[in-house]
Structures are given as C-alpha cells and as structure tokens.
C-alpha cells in the first residue's frame, strides 16, 4: 500500500534548527505535488511548502517564508523541509502529503504520512 514515511521531528529551543525527510517512494511516480502541512492542538491543518514532483514550481506559505525550505532529492525520492529560526508557533504536528493539482487545501491531498512532532520551546 502506498504511504509517505515522515521523520526528523524533535525537540528545539527557539531559534534552532530542525529538517524534516518524506519518503515518497511509491507514491510519487503518480502525483504532482508533494506537500508539508501542519496542525498544532485545536488548529485546523494548515500547508507549510509545496513542490512539484518535477522541483519546477515551489511554494512556500508567508509564515514560514525565509526560514523552510522544500526540496526534494528525485534519486531516493525523499522530500525534505528544512526548518531555522525555529519559533513557538511553530510547534505542530508535521505532515507530508502527495496530491495531483497545486493546492493549499488538506482535501486536494489523497496520500498521507503518520506525521512527526515539531515542538519548540523558549
């Protein structure tokens, strides 16, 4: 069965450093777009970085924008979010997902990873 497999997730003190990796092997042969979304307690799920599978078009959303990064490594299939300056509100449940279209909505994505835990603390 198709699946995305997160880690790198951990604890930081603020301003730190943490990069977060997404096998897509498997998956990403039949998408479009690989995606980093987030939710934190009591927060709806909200997209972090996409890039299309072709490393073409990427888009990073106005919060984080100057401190992730999305890439993606087309030899092992692996996407990557590298995170600096790591704030507070950036604790959150990290997810990858794979979908067809460029969106910023969880809906548009039909594969998922379990998620990696990014807390952040001062």
């Known amino acids: 069965q198709a699946q995305l497999v997160e880690s790198g997730g951990g604890s930081v003190q603020v301003g730190g450093s943490l990069t977060l990796s997404c096998d897509a092997s498997?998956?990403?042969?039949?998408?479009?777009?690989m995606a980093w979304f987030r939710q934190a307690p009591g927060k709806e799920r909200e997209a972090v970085a996409l890039?299309?599978?072709?490393?073409?078009?990427?888009h990073v959303v106005d919060s984080v924008k100057g401190r992730f990064t999305v890439s993606l490594d087309s030899a092992k299939d692996i996407v990557y979010l590298q995170m600096a300056s790591l704030k507070p509100e950036d604790t959150a449940m990290y997810f990858c997902?794979?979908?067809?279209?460029?969106?910023?909505?969880?809906?548009?994505?039909?594969?998922w990873g379990q998620g990696t835990q990014v807390t952040v603390s001062s």
């Open positions: 997902a794979a979908g067809r279209s460029f969106s910023i909505r969880p809906a548009d994505f039909g594969y």
């Open positions: 498997g998956v990403i042969y039949s998408v479009n777009y």
């Open positions: 890039i299309s599978t072709g490393g073409g078009h990427i």
